[in-house]
């Protein structure tokens, strides 16, 4: 059986070969405005080749818009720092996979923006970028939270009881503002932040995970003797 999805990565190094291409066009989560980054970016390999997936695999009944395809290649490159400090951390990321752009079941086509799987544990991580005020980045999180509590709770409603699903909303900034051809050194310091609380949380689910395997319980009964 085959999960319907944009992409699914069982491994690192099978989301590495949209990194690498991320790098080879020394991609930047750009203050711009989406429109006008599509302008920028439409006629690239890695904006053709998300968009052709998508329609291909028909993942929506809705037209899908190009601004969408920016957005994910913006999280694309904030997911690659969250996995790479997450190996550094010391979690086993080999046994993580993600499902990037998945339409729920019974969801009335609702997609999240990944799920991030390991062992009996899902994430239902949503991400959304802010380019104005403090206020709309409040708004913006109010509705992608609630976005994110709904797919959580119809994934829970599904699943066989004792399969963790908890979700997760990280709401990042710009980093680098082209039109002025500078780094925007206050937002990328604030993303490091939230990619650092998001790796936090991971790890602290992962562990549950790992502390809660019947053969961590026996080698813990043998450390109390």
Known sequence: MSIKCLYLFKELNEISLLLNTLDQMNWKIEKEYLKDRVISYHK???FTKLKNEFLL???????LKDEEVITWMDTLSLIS???LKLFRAGIQTNKISL???YPIVFGNHMRTDYLLVYDRLIVVLEFGMFNQDEKRSEER???KLQESNSYRQILDNLLKPGVDVVNYVMIYRPEYYKTKNIYLSENIEYNNLEIEKLVKFITHLINIQDTSTPLYQLEYLESIL
Do not use: A, F, G
């Open 57 to 63: 695999k028909k993942l929506s009944i809705w037209p």
């Open 81 to 83: 720092r969250v996995m």
């Open 99 to 101: 499902i990037m752009e």
């Open 44 to 46: 690239t390999d890695l």
């Open 141 to 143: 999180y109010t509705k």
